[in-house]
C-alpha cells in the first residue's frame, strides 16, 4: 500500500489493504490543518496543482447570510469560488443546468431536494484531497456521494454545503492473475457485473445494479453470494503490485475500522475486490397469495435453520401492500445453475401468483431488483435484527398489516417488510482479513434482518409515514424484547436516521472505532463538518 503525506496539507491518501482513501490528517510537518491563504495554496501545490500559486483568497463583500436552508454560509460561497478557479471543468454551481442534472441522479426526492451551494465530481483521487483542504479550510460543511442511493435527506448531499460526487471515479480493471478487482468509488455494481459476467467471474456486491460500491461496502454490504464469501465489507483483500506500504499488518486498526465504520474515517475513492470464479445462477422472484403467509413462514424458518447445509442459496421474503391488496414477493437465488435446489423445495411447492425464476447471470439478475426500486419517489427505511422465531415473524407481518391499515390513503404508498437471514455460513466469514466491525459473531446467529421499505409520492405525506414506520419498528422491537428474541445489530445500509448504528456494534467495537478516528482524524473533520450520515456519537444534523 502506499501513504501519501502532503508537507503542508490536511490531507493524506491512503491505500488500505484493498482502500484507497482520502482521510483528514494533521500536517505532517507542523501538526496542524493549513490556517492561512499561504499554507492552503503550498498544500494545493502538493497536490499537482501548480494553478494554485496564482489563486487569490475570495474577498467577498456581500454574502448571503448562513443559517437558513435558503443561503449557504460565507465559508461555503468561499469554497465554491475557489473549487471553480482550481477544479473549473468539474465543479457545477447552485442553479446551472449541470447541477440541475446532477442533482436529479439520486434514488429518492428527499435526497434530490436536499441543494448544495455547489457540486464537484473528482477526477482523480487529488481532486477529492484538494476539495478536502478547500472546504475544511473555509470550515464549509461537506457530503460525499457514491451512488446515492441512502433515502433521507442529507445521507449523500447537504443543504448549502459542498457535495463531493465520486461518480466520474469509474476505474474497472481485473488483476491479471484474475484474484483482484480494482473497482473505482463512481461505479454502481451494475457496471462491476457486467465487466465481470463475461469472464466467468464476481465479487460479493450488492443485489440492485443501480446502488453505488461505495455506500454498501463501507456499510456492510449483502449479496447473493454472502453464504459462500460473506458480506461485501469482507471481501476487501490485500492488494499487490507497487501498492504495498499499507495493509492489514501495518494499518490493522484503519482497516478494521473501513468494514462498517461507514464515512468516519476517509473517503474511499476505489475499492480492491476479491475476485472469484462465478458462472450464471438460478435465481428470480415469485408472488405468492398472503393467504399463504403461514406456509411462507414455516418454510422460510426451515431455510434459515438449513442454511449452512447448502450456502449456495440466498433469500429475500418481502410482505406487500399495493393497490388494495397484500401479497409476498421472493426473490431467491442459487449460485449454481441448478434448478430448484432442495433447499428451496418447500418455497417452491407453495402456490404463486406469478414467477421469473430462471438461469441468469448477476447482471441480469440485479437488473431485475433495480427495476422493482423506482428513482423518484420519496423513500424511507429502518431496520432491526431479531433471532430467529416464526412465532415472532407471524408476529411482526401482524404489526405491519396493522399500521399499514392506517395508511393506505397516502397517495402512491407501496410499504414493504423485508426479512432476511444473517445465517451462520454468512457470520462465519466476518472474521475473514482479521474481522470487520460489525460486532456479529457465529455463536449469535442465525439471525433474522428486518427493514421496512415505505414509498410514496408527496412531501406533504412525510410525517404521517414516518410516523408508521417508526410505530412498525418500536412494536416489533418490543414485541421480540418480550418473547427474549431481541438483538443489538442496525444494519447501517437499511437505518433510518433517528437509529444509533454504531451502538449496536457492542460497546468494545464503538470504543475501538472511535478510538481510531481520533487517532486518523484528530480534528474530527468527518464528525464535525459531514454531519449528515451515521456518526460515531450517534449523531446527525437535524
Known sequence: MQLFRFSSSLTLIITIAGFVVTAAAHNANTGHHPSSWSELRNALRDLG???????????LSKLPQGGSDASPNKGCVKTCIVLTRLLRDVVSNAGSDLF??????YWTQQQAETQPACRVLPKQPKDVAAALLITTFFHCSFAVKSGGHAAFAGASSIQGGLTIDLNNLRTLRVSKDKATTYVGAGNRWGDVYRALSPLNLAVIGGRDAGI?????????????????????CDSVVLANGKITNVNIHSYPDLYFALRGGGKNFGIVTRFDLETFEQGKLWGGTKLHPIALNASIIKAYDNFVN???????AALIVTFDY?????????????????????????????????STMRIADLTNLTLEIRAASPDGLRDTYTTATFKNSPVLTAKLLEIFVSEVEGVKDVAGVL????????????ISNFGKNGGNALGILESDGPLILMSLSFMWSAAGDDARVYA????????????????HLDYKFIYQNYASRRQDV??????ANHDRLVQISRKYDPSQIFQKLQPGYFKLNGQLAS
Open 49 to 59: 496543482y501548480d494553478s494554485a500559486e496564482g489563486l487569490h483568497k475570495p474577498q
Open 100 to 105: 440541475i442534472q446532477q442533482q436529479s441522479a
Open 212 to 232: 453505488g460500491v461505495g455506500g454498501l461496502t463501507l456499510g456492510g454490504g449483502i449479496s447473493f453470494l454472502s453464504g459462500l464469501q460473506g458480506w461485501a
Open 306 to 312: 438449513n442454511a449452512p447445509q447448502d450456502p449456495n
Open 322 to 354: 399495493y393497490k388494495g391488496q397484500y401479497f409476498t414477493s421472493n426473490v431467491y437465488d442459487y449460485a449454481k445453475p441448478v434448478v430448484n435446489p432442495p433447499i428451496f423445495h418447500e418455497f417452491m411447492e407453495i402456490e404463486s401468483i406469478a
Open 415 to 426: 410499504p414493504s417488510l423485508i426479512l432476511q437471514p444473517i445465517t451462520k455460513p454468512m
Open 468 to 483: 408508521t414506520t417508526d410505530r412498525i419498528i418500536d412494536c416489533s422491537i418490543a414485541a421480540a424484547k418480550e418473547m
Open 502 to 507: 454504531f451502538d449496536g456494534y457492542g460497546q
